[in-house]
């Protein structure tokens, strides 16, 4: 379903999905939210990490094969980047987000090879109130990415700050 | 100075700098490496994020000039993925990487804007032989990026495996 809300107008929401986590109000501590799923081409793995991380055994097959992974494996930062887009569509609330503060604990438990599939998901581990701004809260998430056989590749814990909603 | 070592034939180093740290022996706790400075442009900016974090503040100028930070800024992953490639250049070594399990304590204190100039510089905060693979060493690294007015912009800790030299 297309995000369709008037409200929206002042920028392109194409693609953008109705997950229907709108305000600060809408993160409940306990509960879990499926992100969806990507994957990572060769090229694509490889293209990103020219730009940005040009260790060899993300941007040369041959000499990855040769490696301490025995392969190409994708950029840690591509991962987040790629997570982070599956976060931003299916988590994040399109209005009222004010951005985040950090991240803790980011963890590359295990490599992701060229099409691999990894599935997102997000967990509300805390949701609080700001003591300082009324207009909003404060939610950590843990966020996970998990192989077609498995094995985590991906876990952080990210802090955000969202607006509360303006009647509450 | 160009990186012209024999034993890198099996990958293209064009563009890597010799920094002179090669193995796990090299990284000495408490110095500090100057890893060079990189600026976003504003269609750099919009380009990462369209494609990985499109949330309104990155994306779209208009929307961010009524936005939280009062302007279009960098997502924190391209700010981060930038100064990684500092870091590979300046400072991670070349043959000897074996990658890393994570990065802890990831900040953002303050907005990238279109235009700033960002000064990149690794500590080594600590550094120890492996217990279980006498081949390697772990470092811990805090990195961080400083705009041309002296804020901080991203900080953070990554940990690191490293070959020792090959006759230590």
């Known amino acids: 379903?297309?995000?369709?809300?008037?409200r929206l107008s002042g920028w392109d929401t194409s693609g953008v999905t109705d997950h229907g986590?709108?305000?600060f109000e809408d993160y409940v501590p306990g509960t879990i939210h499926d992100c969806g799923s990507v994957s990572l081409s060769q090229a694509e793995i490889i293209s990103f990490a020219s730009q940005y991380d040009p260790q060899p055994f993300h941007v040369d097959p041959v000499a990855a094969a040769a490696g301490p992974f025995?392969?190409?494996?994708?950029?840690?930062?591509?991962?987040?980047?790629?997570?982070?887009?599956?976060?931003?569509?299916?988590?994040?609330?399109?209005?009222?987000?004010?951005?985040?503060?950090g991240v803790d604990e980011l963890r590359w438990p295990a490599p992701v090879r060229p099409g691999d599939t990894l599935r997102v998901r997000a967990t509300v581990v805390e949701a609080r109130r700001s003591a300082s701004k009324p207009d909003r809260g404060i939610t950590k998430t843990m966020f996970e990415a998990v192989n077609q056989v498995g094995r985590t590749v991906l876990q952080g814990t990210a802090t955000n700050f969202l607006l509360v909603r303006p009647d509450a």
Request: hydrophobic residues 45%.
């Open 21 to 23: 986590l709108r305000y």
């Open 1 to 6: 379903m297309i995000f369709a809300c008037g």
């Open 70 to 101: 025995g392969g190409l494996v994708a950029s840690g930062w591509h991962t987040t980047a790629v997570v982070m887009r599956q976060l931003v569509d299916h988590y994040l609330p399109v209005e009222a987000s004010l951005g985040s503060p």
